[in-house]
């Protein structure tokens, strides 16, 4: 687990914090939880808001999913630790081997693991399209009104 | 031993010069760019190009424009001098690390000529955009083996375009993501990732990375030119990534480079306002002090080349 945690910090895109390390290692124990479950398993001795601070941190780091539950959120992990792992170690090979991005050519599995969990990404996105283009036609629309 | 010297020496200097600058570059190219605040993607693509360049070319510059005529101009052929240890250390690791460079860039260039081979095979010469520059780039429809949109090929760059795209994309939607594309092969953008691989250093990735990402948004920029393009280009990067098309070969550019920056695309063209005017060259911030440098340089070349011999005779001894 530490060597996990060791590798992802040296990812500048998915840095990880002790609190956020401790909370990760929670959730994927638990499977899924919002942060009422997490604070009342015991364990955690941390402020309500601290917890919902540091998983809204985690699921923008993409590194959880989020779903309504009642008037909170319930998380669970996006990958499973040994998805994280080999992500982690891809991440790390290729900084070793200083081949960012930018020249990468055979695709590292963080990005397979990226577009694999991209369905929901691709929904909001669409939505966002949609609403601009219906935007755009009544504004069209009333201009021509005018 | 004079020639072995004059190499040895050379090397030193290079590699003294390459691995500070490049530390520096890979420490503080953020900082710089917040600096610089540039005003477009472009500008910052561009400045992001140049610090990952920087030391590379500064090093060769200093080797070939100062060290090596120093030590030929004021060496005496006629001593019998050692290299000296630190040199031969140092010009030997300038060796390794040349090596490595030519080796990966070679490397990136072969297994990019080969999957450009393969993805040629079978494919039809759809048109060749003129440009305004006057350049043609030719677009060729693939198969479907072949990336969903890409620009493959480093000196000559070619707008691949795959049977799925041109079935799933409408025209208006298809003629903004080949002017993604397009932008990409005007810039060179693979010959510059092609300078990066060359230009070897362990902790570059996150201006890579970042040099990537500003890249992505300035052939955004020059595909759109109002409104309707934009949104034409976010479905269009909405529809190529559903395709999970994320399959971009070695020294391509492919339109979807990657899903993670996906979302900042989108939401940056949806959000397109005609603001963005044409950018105007302020070329003569730039020209004016490299004149006045080089103008300093030629002024008090001697004396450079004398303050150089002696840093060198300082490191053979």
Redesign the interface.
């Given at each position: 687990m530490k060597q996990i945690f060791s590798l992802l910090r040296r990812s500048p895109s998915t840095q990880l914090g002790p609190l956020e390390q401790e909370l990760l290692s929670a959730l994927w124990m638990r499977g899924s939880a919002t942060v009422r479950e997490m604070l009342d398993a015991g364990g955690i001795n941390l402020a309500y808001t601290t917890v919902m601070t540091t998983l809204d941190r985690l699921y923008k780091k993409q590194l959880l999913n989020r779903s309504a539950d009642g008037r909170a959120f319930r998380y669970s992990p996006r990958y499973t630790q040994e998805e994280l792992e080999k992500a982690a170690v891809g991440e790390t090979v290729r900084q070793l081997l200083g081949s960012g991005e930018a020249a990468a050519l055979p695709l590292s599995y963080l990005v397979e693991a990226v577009s694999e969990h991209d369905a929901g990404l691709l929904d909001d996105l669409q939505r966002l399209l949609d609403e601009k283009r219906r935007e755009r036609r009544s504004e069209l629309r009333s201009r021509e009104n005018r | 031993m004079f020639a072995a010297r004059c190499v040895g020496v050379s090397l030193a200097v290079f590699i003294l010069l390459y691995v500070p600058l490049s530390l520096a570059v890979s420490r503080g190219w953020n900082l710089i760019r917040r600096w610089f605040r540039p005003r477009s993607a472009r500008s910052s693509a561009d400045l992001l190009f140049i610090l990952r360049v920087l030391p590379l070319a500064l090093s060769s510059l200093v080797t070939l424009g100062f060290t090596l005529p120093s030590f030929l101009l004021l060496e005496p052929r006629s001593t019998n001098e050692a290299i000296g240890s630190a040199p031969l250390a140092l010009g030997f690791c300038c060796l390794i690390l040349i090596g490595v460079g030519l080796a990966r860039a070679w490397m990136?260039q072969l297994?990019?000529s080969r999957a450009l081979v393969k993805w040629l095979d079978g494919s039809m010469l759809m048109e060749s955009q003129v440009t305004e520059s006057g350049e043609a780039v030719p677009i060729f429809r693939t198969g479907n083996d072949a990336p969903t949109l890409t620009v493959a090929g480093v000196c000559a760059p070619k707008v691949l375009v795959s049977d799925a795209a041109v079935a799933m994309l409408n025209p208006a939607e298809l003629r903004t993501a080949l002017g993604h594309e397009i932008a990409h092969a005007l810039r060179y953008d693979n010959l510059k990732?092609l300078v990066?691989?060359f230009s070897?250093?362990?902790?570059?990735?996150?201006?890579?990375?970042a040099?990537?990402e500003e890249?992505e948004m300035a052939a955004d920029d020059a595909a759109v030119s109002s409104?309707?393009d934009a949104?034409d280009l976010?479905?269009a990067l909405?529809k190529v990534?559903?395709l999970?098309a994320?399959?971009?070969?070695?020294?391509t550019m492919a339109l979807l480079?990657?899903?993670?920056a996906?979302?900042a695309r989108?939401?940056r063209l949806?959000a397109w306002k005609k603001e963005r005017k044409p950018q105007t060259h302020r070329s003569w911030l730039y020209v004016l002090p490299a004149a006045a440098a080089v103008v300093v340089v030629v002024a008090t070349y001697g004396s450079v080349l004398n303050q150089m011999h002696a840093v060198t005779e300082w490191l053979v001894r």
């Amino acid at each position: 687990m530490k060597q996990i945690f060791s590798l992802l910090r040296r990812s500048p895109s998915t840095q990880l914090g002790p609190l956020e390390q401790e909370l990760l290692s929670a959730l994927w124990m638990r499977g899924s939880a919002t942060v009422r479950e997490m604070l009342d398993a015991g364990g955690i001795n941390l402020a309500y808001t601290t917890v919902m601070t540091t998983l809204d941190r985690l699921y923008k780091k993409q590194l959880l999913n989020r779903s309504a539950d009642g008037r909170a959120f319930r998380y669970s992990p996006r990958y499973t630790q040994e998805e994280l792992e080999k992500a982690a170690v891809g991440e790390t090979v290729r900084q070793l081997l200083g081949s960012g991005e930018a020249a990468a050519l055979p695709l590292s599995y963080l990005v397979e693991a990226v577009s694999e969990h991209d369905a929901g990404l691709l929904d909001d996105l669409q939505r966002l399209l949609d609403e601009k283009r219906r935007e755009r036609r009544s504004e069209l629309r009333s201009r021509e009104n005018r | 031993m004079f020639a072995a010297r004059c190499v040895g020496v050379s090397l030193a200097v290079f590699i003294l010069l390459y691995v500070p600058l490049s530390l520096a570059v890979s420490r503080g190219w953020n900082l710089i760019r917040r600096w610089f605040r540039p005003r477009s993607a472009r500008s910052s693509a561009d400045l992001l190009f140049i610090l990952r360049v920087l030391p590379l070319a500064l090093s060769s510059l200093v080797t070939l424009g100062f060290t090596l005529p120093s030590f030929l101009l004021l060496e005496p052929r006629s001593t019998n001098e050692a290299i000296g240890s630190a040199p031969l250390a140092l010009g030997f690791c300038c060796l390794i690390l040349i090596g490595v460079g030519l080796a990966r860039a070679w490397m990136a260039q072969l297994r990019a000529s080969r999957a450009l081979v393969k993805w040629l095979d079978g494919s039809m010469l759809m048109e060749s955009q003129v440009t305004e520059s006057g350049e043609a780039v030719p677009i060729f429809r693939t198969g479907n083996d072949a990336p969903t949109l890409t620009v493959a090929g480093v000196c000559a760059p070619k707008v691949l375009v795959s049977d799925a795209a041109v079935a799933m994309l409408n025209p208006a939607e298809l003629r903004t993501a080949l002017g993604h594309e397009i932008a990409h092969a005007l810039r060179y953008d693979n010959l510059k990732k092609l300078v990066f691989r060359f230009s070897v250093f362990p902790a570059m990735a996150g201006l890579e990375h970042a040099w990537s990402e500003e890249t992505e948004m300035a052939a955004d920029d020059a595909a759109v030119s109002s409104f309707p393009d934009a949104l034409d280009l976010a479905a269009a990067l909405i529809k190529v990534s559903r395709l999970g098309a994320i399959q971009s070969g070695e020294l391509t550019m492919a339109l979807l480079h990657s899903s993670t920056a996906l979302r900042a695309r989108v939401q940056r063209l949806v959000a397109w306002k005609k603001e963005r005017k044409p950018q105007t060259h302020r070329s003569w911030l730039y020209v004016l002090p490299a004149a006045a440098a080089v103008v300093v340089v030629v002024a008090t070349y001697g004396s450079v080349l004398n303050q150089m011999h002696a840093v060198t005779e300082w490191l053979v001894r």
